[in-house]
């Protein structure tokens, strides 16, 4: 069995080769390759084609999926990646498989399995396998700014600059880090659409902050937290009980 590895990063592809070695002594593998200029120059060379690819999803040059948009790859292949495990939930597709860094020699060994056992006859990618897989492991684009009212002036208003967006007798505003308050045409269910959830959460049914808004977190009745958020102004900002897990693992990511 040939196998090929395109890792940008050579410590990975070294391991990733020592742990192939030891898992299947028997497999030939190729040079590794770092680029996705590289892996179309080889794939198109016609040498034959290895029996198996282990490809990085992020290299130096971009998204490996480049590649299949330059050259038919008849391989299958297995992707390696830092990506998320619960992005990556998504797209469990046949003829895909995929393996989370620092990899595990176990998952390793059953992703060869896996191959020996239903892959090795297995059809070339396909154009739509290739656009879930690209969907589940790119990062949407987030809202970078808003279009507000200011007098009789319109301007924008960058979002990496709101501290924390909260809902008034059915209306909208935005806190930004100099404390100014503008209202903005969205409501909150809105805004947890469009705003990227790195860096923005809901703390309850009337405010979406800013990682960079909280001061001082504490504990609070009910299993509650109550927060001291900046900058200042004359709003109660109490995490609900229901979503006090979920905001410990955002803050903890």
Do not use: C
């Amino acid at each position: 069995m040939q196998i090929l590895i395109i890792e940008d990063e050579q410590p990975a592809a070294k391991q990733l080769a020592k742990l192939i070695q030891k898992i299947r002594p028997q497999a030939q593998l190729l040079s590794a390759l770092d680029s996705i200029e590289s892996s179309v120059d080889f794939l198109r060379s016609g040498t034959a084609p290895p029996d198996l690819i282990f490809m990085d999803i992020q290299l130096a040059d971009g998204l490996s999926f480049d590649i299949f948009n330059a050259v038919e790859v008849q391989t299958p292949v297995i992707f390696t990646t830092a990506f998320d495990q619960y992005t990556l939930r998504a797209f469990k597709v046949n003829s895909i498989d995929y393996l989370l860094k620092p990899i595990d020699p176990e998952e390793l060994s059953a992703a060869l399995d896996k191959y020996e056992n239903i892959y090795q006859q297995a059809p070339a990618l396909s154009p739509a396998i290739l656009h879930q897989l690209k969907n589940a492991l790119t990062e949407p684009d987030y809202k970078e700014r808003f279009l507000i009212k200011v007098g009789q002036q319109l301007i924008y208003l960058r979002t990496a600059d709101v501290r924390y967006f909260f809902s008034e007798e059915s209306l909208v505003y935005a806190i930004t880090n100099e404390n100014k308050k503008h209202l903005v045409d969205f409501s909150l269910d809105q805004l947890e659409q469009v705003l990227s959830p790195r860096d923005f959460f809901r703390i309850n049914r009337k405010i979406i902050l800013h990682l960079e808004a909280i001061h001082r977190i504490h504990t609070y009745f009910n299993g509650r937290l109550k927060l001291d958020i900046l900058p200042r102004q004359d709003l109660e900002a109490i995490v609900s009980r229901d979503r006090v897990p979920d905001f410990k693992q955002w803050l903890d990511r």
